[in-house]
Each structure stands twice: as C-alpha cells, then as structure tokens.
C-alpha cells in the first residue's frame, strides 16, 4: 500500500507484526499515584482542588491548567456521574473481532474538569448521552492501584 492510497477501512490500516521491547516504566506521578493508591485504598475518586481558582480536576494535577498555580488539596467526589460520550468498539488491537462489541464512555463528574473513560455495561437500550452511571468497583482484597480496579461503569 502506498501513502496515497485511500483508506476504505479501519482494517486496512498499517500495523505491525512483532514486539516492540518496553524498556521503561511510565510513572502516574504525585497527583497519579494518590488517585490510584485512593483507589485501591478507600474505593474513591479524588479531584484536585485549585486554592487560588478553586477548578476541581479528574484526574487530579499537581498544577492548575486554569492559572497554573501549584496544588496540594485533594477531594474525594461521587462515584457517579454522567455519561458524556461513548463509542463501540468491535476489534481489538489486532484486528480480532470481538464476541460482543465493547462499549467505552467518557464519564463526567458533577463540577468537576475532565473525566474518566472505561468500559460500560449498559443495556442496549438505556445507552444514551447524559444518563447518570456509577463505578462498579472491585472488591477491596482484590484492588491493585490500577484502572482496572474499575469494574465498568453501570447505569444508575
Ligand atoms: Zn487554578
């Protein structure tokens, strides 16, 4: 396939067969760590707090985007909020379709800048933008500090 060749599917895209060696660690950073160790720890989200604009982030920032003052006040927030966007997703990485297709959302938080996107285990028919939705998380003895201690997101 040349570069100017048009595309007329997403599986025609280019990918590679193979690995690609992974020789270091990305790190989640201060404000990272506390979402993900609250997380883990308590079974809830936290948003930064801006002293000087008072903006609440998700994820939190260690930096306001806002008026870029440092920031050092953490909330926890609902596990609920709105649905804001959603996509099916039919393949995998690989190009391998799925069983069922895979629905992901971005989820909003009341007040608060910037949002989670996960997996949602909504009915076909209750799957619409602006729908209240929770996180299902796992159980305590089974979280590890990582997205993946988010179950999904279920209707409310
Ligand atoms: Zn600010």
């Known amino acids: 396939m040349s570069f100017k060749e048009t595309i007329q599917s997403n599986i025609q895209l280019s990918y ?11 790190t989640l950073g201060v404000a990272g760590n506390k979402f993900f160790e609250t997380l883990k720890q308590k079974g809830e989200f936290i948003a930064s707090v801006c002293s000087h604009c008072g903006v609440k982030t998700i994820y939190p920032l260690i ?3 806002e008026c870029f003052n ?6 926890s927030i ?32 009341d007040g608060i800048k910037g949002g989670i ?4 285990n ?7 933008l602006g729908i209240r939705v929770k996180a299902k998380l796992k159980p305590t003895n089974k979280r590890t500090g990582g997205l993946d201690d988010i179950v ?3 209707k409310v």
């Open 16 to 26: 590679f067969e193979g690995q690609i060696p992974v020789n270091y660690q990305y």
């Open 122 to 128: 909504i009915n076909e028919k209750d799957l619409k």
């Open 63 to 65: 930096y306001c985007e």
């Open 78 to 109: 609902e596990l609920e909020g709105e649905l804001y966007s959603f996509t099916k997703c039919y393949r995998d990485y690989q190009g391998n379709t799925y069983d069922e297709p895979h629905v992901i959302g971005l989820i909003r938080f």
């Open 117 to 120: 996107i996960h997996r949602l």
């Open 152 to 154: 999904c997101f279920e």
């Open 70 to 75: 440092p920031i050092d006040t953490y909330v």
